[in-house]
């Protein structure tokens, strides 16, 4: 930004500085006008005081021009405040599609994250400079909230549901991550780290880390370990649609209604599977509530979606794909009783 800021945090991605402008207009106002009418109250009191006993003010009545010009100000700058609010709002709240994508699990009280490549890691997050990430975030227990001030981005962590974040840092270096959301006892130790690194590092990172099975092989295993692959066949032979190309596609449901499959909606399909009947099938499907923790959700999710094609964010960090074929990096057994 054009200038330093002491009061502010370190801006280490792409929206600090559009964020810190935005605030520093906003306090800039206020503060303008705090003092203006503070100053003035002061003022008028001690000039206009009454000074002698039967003294009254000539009473005014109306003055339109003045009327008009403390309505259209304001009104004016407030509008300023909300387009601009609103345009940085937008750009927070739509990950481009060649966002990376990393899924995020909060914990009383830990974070989990899992790349799509397989890696793992606990209160720790490697990412690429100069390269959009994007959080898919969800919750294991409460609602938590994901909150990485360098980049000044926040996002809840909400139970049953998958939120987004995105930032594009523009910095190597160390973050801090907090939980922004009491969740108990220890929420003030629910802390973590953002770890930005060079390209090439990154690489060296994802390469040398344990060598996992990408996201969506672990989630094969499970959509065979769990039966899911018993109903849902590539072809139509199955009781269940096939999965194949249902990411991103234009699900018609029983009733007529349809609805784009995104993520939320995977989701709501395997841990409610009632809410939402696919057109043509019986409302046969088990729930898989409380069978699947929030970790091998997303891996259920990271399949389905890699089975339609051209899914964004797989693309971005294919190069430091570990060995295919390693076992699954889920150390829980499901089960499907
Ligand atoms: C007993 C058979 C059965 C099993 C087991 C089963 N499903 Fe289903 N599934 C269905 C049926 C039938 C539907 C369509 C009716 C509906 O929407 O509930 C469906 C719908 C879905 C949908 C929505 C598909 C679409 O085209 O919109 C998804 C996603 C899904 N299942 C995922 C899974 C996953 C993941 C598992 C394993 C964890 C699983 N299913 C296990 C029968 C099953
Ligand atoms: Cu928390």
Redesign the pocket.
Known sequence: MWFKNPFVPEQASEFASSVDTFYFFMVSVSAFFAILVVTLVAVFAIRYRRRHEHEAGTPVHGALALELTWTLIPLGIAMVMFFWGASIFFAMSKPPSNAMEIYVVGKRWMWKFQHMTGQREINELHVPVGQPVKLLVGSEDVIHSVYIPAFRVKMDAVPGRTTTLWFTPTKTGRYHLFCAEYCGQKHSGMRGTVVVLEPAEFQAWLAGGPATGSMADAGQK??ND???A???RDDAS??????KD?FGST?T?AGGATVT?DDA??RE??VN??A???EG??????T?QGL?TEEQLNQ?IAY?KAQAGGTPGTAAPATGTPAPGAPAASGTQPSTE
Do not use: D, E
């Not at 099938?281 to 088990?286: I, R």
């Open positions: 499970l959509f769990l039966a899911c018993t109903c849902h199955g009781r269940g649609p096939s999965l249902v699900v449901l499959a909606y995977l399909s395997i599977p009632q939402k009947i696919v099938y019986a409302p046969l499907m088990p898989f699947v259920l389905i």
